[in-house]
Every structure is written in C-alpha cells, then in structure tokens.
C-alpha cells in the first residue's frame, strides 16, 4: 500500500516527477540550481492554470485565457524534457509529437520518462545502456 501511495502522490504532484527526471539527465550535477528553478516554473504554471480556470468567469472575465497559457506552457516544458530524454537515450521521435503528447497525457509522459531515467546510458557491460528487462524492482 505504501508504494500505491507514494505512485498516487506522485501521479498529483507532477513536479515531483519533473524534478527527478531533470535531476537524472544533469548526472554530473553540474546545474543543481537550474534544476530547481526549471522545476519551481513547472510548479508555477502547474498551479496558475488551475487557479485561472477555478476563478468564475463571471469575477474575472478572462482569466480562463491565462489557464490556457500557463497550461501550454507547462506541455511544452514537459515536451522538451521527454525530447531531452528521448535524445539521451537514442529514441526515435520528434518534438511535436512529444508536445501532443505532453498536452494531452502529461501524467503518463511523467511516468514514462521516469521508467527511462532509471535506465542510465553507458552504465552496462561493454559502455551500453542498461537494458530494462535486467532491472529489478524493488
């Protein structure tokens, strides 16, 4: 029960998982900082678009277009981090299919590029990446 929870929380929170993945990719940790304020963005616009569209139309007429906008530009920041995956990794793709899915099913990329992340490049036998059967689930 405790690793349903802690999926469910991350499923909610998705600057959890944005930070994580982010985290991975800078495995030198060179730019710790910058991980960070990437993540407190996502976390910004996460909450502004559903802020602006909890706000009646009728108070403020409007604000339903700034949801719009904060909700766009929270896919396209998860768009260019499954594109930074996927170019980490050698994945077959291209940005725009990376921001579809990203406007339409953003909790699904998250757990996709998790479940990629956890598979480090170049940490194999003979410099090749991991391959995901070998991994073991804890």
Request: proline share 4%.
């Given at each position: 029960?405790?690793?349903?929870?802690?999926?469910?929380?991350?499923?909610?929170?998705?600057?959890?998982?944005?930070?994580?993945?982010?985290?991975?990719?800078?495995?030198?940790?060179k730019t710790p900082y910058f991980t960070i304020f990437k993540t407190l963005v996502v976390t910004a616009f996460f909450f502004g678009w559903i802020i602006c569209w909890a706000i009646p139309g009728n108070t403020e007429k409007g604000m339903n277009a700034f949801g719009w906008l904060f909700y766009n530009a929270m896919a396209i920041m998860v768009a260019v981090l499954r594109y930074e995956v996927r170019a980490r990794h050698n994945i077959d793709g291209h940005l725009m299919w990376d921001l579809v899915a990203a406007?339409?099913?953003?909790?699904?990329?998250?757990?996709?590029?998790?479940?990629?992340?956890?598979?480090?490049p170049g940490k194999g036998e003979d410099d090749t990446p991991i391959a995901p059967e070998t991994l073991k689930v804890v």
């Open positions: 029960t405790k690793d349903v929870l802690f999926a469910l929380a991350k499923g909610l929170i998705p600057m959890w998982s944005y930070y994580e993945v982010t985290a991975k990719l800078d495995n030198k940790n406007l339409g099913m953003w909790p699904q990329v998250f757990c996709q590029m998790e479940m990629q992340a956890i598979i480090v």
